[in-house]
């Protein structure tokens, strides 16, 4: 029976650990802090909740895989451990963090589905004017931090 979301999470770090000869401390350490001793065993008894983008990076640096394969497995994704790919992956990180917020926020779901209907010459209009607007956000808190 294949093991996916948490238990083949847990699983898999736990056979990682053992192979490595990894403590949760040496995890912690390897991932520079980025996850506590703590929640490395929270991750391997299963009871870890709201594991986060940043949180599985960090501990895929603490068990020095790659943050592509520990992803896979933390979404039960079939495994390809074998199978190496040439191309930089990291917007599949982008893509699964936004469909986390967009689980969460309605807001940020209801921009996307506008977004989806719009042509591809449209959406880099849309693209622009955001980009635009962020800058303009940044500017205005560096002023009010200055003042």
């Not at 074998?82 to 469909?99: E, F, K, M, P, Y």
Request: hydrophobic residues 35%.
């Amino acid at each position: 029976m294949k093991k996916t979301g948490k238990q083949g999470l847990s699983h898999y770090v736990e056979r990682v650990m053992k192979e490595k000869h990894l403590s949760r401390r040496d995890v912690k350490l390897r991932s520079g802090g980025e996850i506590t001793d703590s929640y490395v065993s929270g991750i391997v008894s299963g009871s870890a909740k709201n594991l986060s983008v940043e949180k599985l990076k960090a501990l895929a640096r603490g068990l020095r895989v790659r943050e592509m394969e520990l992803i896979r497995v933390a979404f039960g994704l079939s495994d390809q451990s074998g199978a190496h790919r040439a191309t930089d992956q990291s917007h599949n990180l982008v893509l699964i963090d936004l469909t986390k917020k967009t689980l969460i926020s309605n807001d940020v779901a209801e921009i996307v589905q506008d977004v989806l209907s719009l042509s591809p010459a449209d959406r880099v209009i849309v693209l622009q004017y955001v980009k635009r607007l962020g800058k303009a956000e940044r500017r205005a808190q560096r002023k009010g931090r200055s003042v």
